[in-house]
């Protein structure tokens, strides 16, 4: 009876397209690797009948790296959160601490368990503060394979990276049915906290599948990004494409993407938040078998501007690369921050400075390459050497300036280009004078702003080289207890 009941559960998970808890740590750790914890717990004093109290935890392996698990069982009265159910998610997290290990979490649940009253919800503070109090510490990763609503979002929000599976994964803080109650808006559960609007909209998905199949497997990947390749193991591009890969007009948009995949290990390059604020590129790579952490801007969306999304993406990936200890590589072809009364209204400045915060306060080796053109304070904010880069290299036809030629010419110029007989003529001809008096690289190279003036197909190497050199630095921030960078 006991095994019929059992079989019926999983036949509707598998009704619904998803796994069960034991069957996603199968696909998720190494074979043979999983070892359970706390496996006869069996429920609150309320309810002994609950097996494993909806939680099963434990040690595994991915790619040989050790990880500590946790994955909630939607069989077992939906997954709900009681006091042991907690006690267990928050035993495995201290463990994963002592151990010097990720800790990964499959959340699939109803919520609080309500029969357990406020002990359900001092659980998840327990949880909570577990999340916050390791954050920096150990990886945190959240897999959302199921429902996550109130209270249980935010302890995936206060991890590192959230991985939600398409059509099977919602977080929201208030379901469909009290939103339509209380402002009388329609709304289905995709719509307000599916995979696609969390990666897109909200940016709160780092990486979204099709299938939990293919979810597993992302998480394997990110997993291996974070490992060092033996150099006999490492196959470089081939870079001599490099030097034709830029289009000829220099207003003409590109993929940032080839030019990271045309300088990184083959094969490496796996991205981070795909899917939100196009306009910058982040994600892990491997240089010459070392694991390091890329931002670009991508002049294909919105020519390379730093928005307010985009400001949050690339913040949040520094200070995570700076707190685990990865390189940081920023390729840089930027216009500028994104002008206009919508990001003003929306807060550029405020989260503009979480960039400058992010690379001034990171104490890990950090280069930058200039690709292509760097002007305004998006120069200075994309890890300028003014905020502690150790190198900064540029490529021959690139430009840096306070401001772009065209909208500089028109300020500095106004006057003769107004009274001109040939307005557009003048403006042409004084664009190319502030280009070269002002914008010219080798002007930026008189005076120490960047390192070096290197070729494209060169760029592998000198990374190599100089990542090489400030691979031990030593650099500390004054004592405090912390900094208040501009949330």
């Known amino acids: 009876m006991i095994q019929s009941e059992e079989q019926k559960k999983k036949e509707k998970q598998h009704k619904k397209d998803k796994k069960t808890a034991q069957e996603r740590l199968d696909e998720l750790l190494d074979s043979g690797s ?25 040690v595994g392996t991915i790619h040989g790296v050790k990880v500590c698990v946790y994955a909630q069982d939607f069989t077992v ?15 495995i997290m201290d463990l994963a601490y002592d151990m010097n290990a990720p800790i990964i979490g499959l959340n699939d649940s109803g919520g609080a368990r309500i029969q357990e009253g406020i002990e359900a919800l001092s659980g998840y503070g327990s949880i909570f503060y577990r999340n916050a109090t390791y954050s920096g510490v150990i990886p945190q990763i959240s897999l959302i394979v ?52 969390h990666a897109t909209i909200s940016g709160n998905a780092h990486v979204i599948s099709q299938t939990e199949e293919q979810l597993f497997q992302q998480v394997r990947g990110l997993i291996c990004a974070w490992k060092t390749v033996h ?23 590109y993929d940032s993407k080839k030019v990271i995949c045309g300088i990184v290990d083959v094969d490496s390059f796996y991205e981070i938040h795909e899917k939100f604020a196009r306009n910058i590129v982040v994600g892990f790579a491997k240089l010459n078998g070392e694991p390091i952490g890329v931002i670009a801007t991508n002049p294909k969306v919105k020519a390379g501007c730093i928005d307010v999304d985009a400001s949050d993406k690339a913040a949040r990936f520094v200070r995570f690369c700076d707190a685990f200890g990865y390189p ?25 400075a979480k960039i400058i915060y992010a690379f001034a306060a990171a104490t890990v080796p950090r280069i930058t390459v200039v690709t292509r053109k760097a002007y305004g304070g998006a120069f200075v904010a994309l890890n300028s050497k003014a905020i502690g880069a150790d190198f900064v290299f540029a490529w021959p036809a690139s430009e840096i300036s306070v401001m772009g030629p065209e909208g500089a010419s028109s300020i500095i110029y ?42 494209p197909s060169e760029t592998r190497e000198r990374l190599i080289q100089s990542f090489a050199l400030v691979v031990n630095k030593k650099r500390s921030l004054p004592g405090r207890k912390h900094g208040n960078i501009p949330l």
Not at 231 to 243: E, G, H, L, R
Not at 328 to 333: A, N, S, T, Y
Not at 418 to 446: F, G, L, V
């Open 146 to 197: 199921g429902p996550c609503a109130g209270g249980a979002v935010y302890s995936p929000a206060l991890t590192d990276f959230i991985f939600m599976v398409e059509k099977t994964s919602q977080m929201f803080i208030t379901g469909p049915k009290v939103v339509q109650a209380v402002t009388g808006s329609a709304s289905c559960p995709e719509e307000l906290g599916g995979a696609a609007m």
């Open 328 to 352: 940081l590589l920023v390729l840089e072809d930027v216009s500028g921050f994104m002008p206009g009364v919508d990001q003003e209204q929306a807060g550029l400045i405020r989260h503009g």
């Open 231 to 253: 150099t006999s193991d490492v196959i470089a591009p081939n870079v001599k494409q490099m030097d034709h890969l830029l289009p000829d007009d220099s207003k003409k948009g």
């Open 414 to 455: 106004a006057k003769e280009i107004h009274e001109s007989a040939n307005p557009e003529q003048t403006k042409k001809e004084k664009m190319d004078a502030y280009r070269k008096q002002y914008a010219s690289i080798y002007k930026a190279a008189e005076v120490g702003l960047i390192d070096d003036i290197i070729s």
């Open 77 to 91: 009265a939906g997954g709900s959160l009681g006091k042991i159910h907690a006690q267990k998610i928050a035993w």
């Open 34 to 58: 999983w070892t359970e914890y706390q496996q006869f717990t069996a429920g609150s004093e309320q309810d002994k009948s609950y097996p494993n109290d909806g939680v099963i935890i434990g």
